[in-house]
């Protein structure tokens, strides 16, 4: 059941982001007069799930029909519009242009005015820019919606007042229990959450930390970041160990111990971080230790069992609130829309650094890439509405970013092809169209058959 909810999201999103990616295209098609033959979710090698087209002053509509249609084919002048039956992406097939549809025959007839070979270069450009630009407007969209609907709440890194936790990759590169990061490489972190994105993304060279009310700066080996894409949880939130209720089971019922307590040391060693505490269980499992409580105006000594596997049985207070000072902001309709603008544009920032990453072999930020394996994998196991619709404006920027690479085949490739028709006057000849949309083609197979190579070595 989760599985097949999984499935049901990720085809649910990429279908929106597709259609909208599509429509971009077809919009500035329509606006320069240009004819789209083809307008479709999915692909339809073939057949067709179901496909419409208006004709003779009226809709025709068509289920599980083959391609080739004389009739409708009668009517190029007007769009088809359909639902394929292959699941992966979708298309805007546009007349006198060389795409993934590799229609070679319809360029060798006379080029017509309402194709898109006709047309001027920077009408051209937007209509290829159009699927990259309605990308990024969606996911203003979707941002603003999310801001109006549940505003925003995060732990602002000067605010996380008990630091880090660190786990053995932290500590290895020189960070501490309790430290509180101030910068990367000079430059603040605002949100705690995004920390390890934050120091992974900038590739920083030093971090800036107070350490027991010192100001220390660490030097960061680059050598280490595979290791920091590879591994989660490098700076988790440092809190308190405070007893929400003891567990049904516990071996710990009768020991005194009550809800409220928060424990400070074990066998006598000061401690009263969570994580400190859970390290330390750990070195005692299926045997007992001697928590010191603390408690409104005293402190006690408790003899406490630890299970084998190194829990004392308790549920703990995670309230963060009684922590930590959260932030939490409420938008209007008029802010909403400039913050989901803004939270757009931070995000396309850090997805090109990303990409650098990728693209950098030092990195083996490659052996990340995956495909629809791994976006399903992100998405939650429960129907959660604010977790689809964020999901939906992320991966609506990656869409968008991804097809600004200058990659024949790729949106950023004919855009590339067109900025050197407009600086210099010269047009690449249709042969060279066709030749460069072929090694695109072989390109995206390739990059395919790595991220689905990845996806499936990380299931063994």
Wanted: aromatic share 14%; charged share 20%; proline share 4%.
């Amino acid at each position: 059941m989760v599985v097949l909810l999984k499935i049901i999201q990720v085809i649910l999103a990429l279908s929106l982001l597709v259609v909208f990616h599509e429509f971009g295209h077809y919009s500035f098609a329509k606006l320069f007069k240009t004819r789209v033959e083809k307008f479709y979710l999915f692909f339809n090698p073939k057949i067709s799930l179901i496909k419409f087209k208006r004709f003779g002053g009226k809709w025709h509509c068509k289920v599980f029909s083959s391609n080739e249609d004389e009739t409708w084919d009668a009517h190029p002048e007007n769009t088809e519009y359909g639902i394929g039956w292959l699941p992966f992406g979708g298309y805007c097939k546009i007349a006198g242009m060389i795409d993934e549809s590799m229609d070679v025959e319809a360029m060798k007839l006379p080029p017509q005015p309402y194709e898109f070979r006709t047309k001027k270069a920077w009408q051209r450009f937007f209509i290829m820019f159009g699927g990259v630009l309605f990308n990024f407007i969606l996911a203003i969209i979707l941002y603003a919606a999310i801001f109006r609907t549940w505003g925003e709440e995060y732990l602002r890194t000067e605010d996380a007042v008990y630091g880090i936790a660190v786990n053995d990759l932290s500590y290895e590169i020189g960070f501490r229990d309790g430290d509180r990061i101030l910068a990367f490489d000079g430059v603040p972190t605002e949100n705690f959450s995004n920390l390890q994105v934050d120091l992974v993304r900038s590739q920083a060279r030093e971090a800036t930390v107070l350490r027991d009310g010192d100001t220390l700066t660490l030097s960061i080996d680059p050598v280490y970041i595979p290791a920091m894409l590879g591994t989660g949880g490098m700076f988790d939130l440092a809190f308190p160990f405070v007893v929400k209720e003891l567990q049904e089971g516990s071996p710990n019922i009768g020991s005194g111990l009550e809800a409220g307590d928060e424990l400070v040391a074990v066998d006598g060693q000061g401690m009263f971080i969570v994580q400190q505490i859970q390290r330390e269980l750990a070195q005692h499992k299926g045997g007992s230790i001697l928590a010191s409580v603390k408690r409104p105006g005293e402190l006690v000594e408790i003899p406490l069992q630890v299970d084998t596997a190194g829990h004392i049985g308790v549920m703990l207070d995670t309230d963060l609130d009684k922590w930590f000072n959260v932030t939490r902001k409420e938008y209007t309709m008029l802010s909403a829309l400039p913050a989901g603008a803004a939270r757009t544009w931070n995000t396309i920032k850090g997805y090109v650094q990303e990409l650098g990453l990728i693209f950098s072999p030092k990195t083996q930020a490659y052996k990340s890439v995956g495909s629809f394996i791994a976006i399903g994998r992100v998405f939650p196991d429960t129907w959660d509405w604010y977790r689809f619709w964020s999901l939906c404006a992320l991966l609506s920027i990656m869409l968008g970013v991804m097809n600004l690479l200058p990659i024949p085949a790729l949106d950023g490739g004919h855009i590339l092809f067109l900025l050197f028709e407009m600086i210099t006057g010269r047009r690449p000849s249709d042969k060279f169209m066709e030749i460069a949309q072929w090694i695109g083609m072989i390109l995206l197979l390739l990059l395919m058959v790595l991220a689905f190579g990845n996806d499936i070595r990380s299931l063994f």
